[in-house]
């Protein structure tokens, strides 16, 4: 808990970081393009997670049983897998997400070379970049270029919140 407390006092010492932070969405890249993500050299990816990114690792964060290969929560092939969001995440409009943003990072006790995924940590990248629909880039943190893509069907109106509400303590 102390690492949590020089954080929290560190942001109240200074007011003008709090009110920078106050209704920003999470950051775009400003080293890349979203066109090129699945080409981007990881050491570039790497730097923008470590430079502007923040995981929630206690309120958003989840884990469950998976079954990467059938698609399925639980099922007695099930693995336990662990996300993260990005902790602004939640204030994304479906316009913002569409030009490209990481949004979460992903661990996963099963190795799923298809998608990238394993006992490390995988940033998920979404955007709809001359798509038609959106895209999934996920990108392992000991991967290399080019990163593993899975295409989405969805209607989302590209005004909505990607994240329509803030789980927070205390909270029903």
């Known amino acids: 808990m102390p ?7 560190g942001v ?11 209704g920003c969405a999470t950051p775009g890249p400003d080293t890349f393009k979203a066109a090129n993500v699945q080409n981007t050299s990881l050491e570039t990816i790497s730097a923008f997670v470590k430079g502007k990114l923040e995981f929630d690792s206690e309120i958003g964060a989840d884990s469950a049983l998976v ?8 099922g007695k092939d099930a693995r336990r897998a662990r996300i993260e ?6 204030r994304l409009t479906a316009q913002q997400a569409a030009q490209g943003r990481i949004i979460a990072r992903i661990r996963s006790d099963d190795t799923i070379p298809s998608l990238g995924l394993g006992p490390w940590w995988t ?8 798509t038609g629909g959106w895209r999934s880039v996920f990108i392992p943190e000991n991967g290399k270029p080019p990163y593993h893509v899975r295409q989405i069907r969805s209607s989302w109106s590209t005004t909505r919140t990607i994240g329509t509400s803030k ?6």
């Open 3 to 9: 690492e949590r407390t020089r954080a929290v006092f």
């Open 123 to 130: 940033w998920w990248w979404v955007d709809s970049m001359g």
């Open 12 to 22: 109240m010492g200074s007011s003008v970081t709090v009110a920078i932070a106050i």
């Open 67 to 74: 079954d990467f290969r059938q698609g399925l929560i639980g």
């Open 167 to 172: 789980r927070s303590h205390g909270s029903t």
């Open 85 to 90: 969001p990005e902790r602004r995440s939640f």
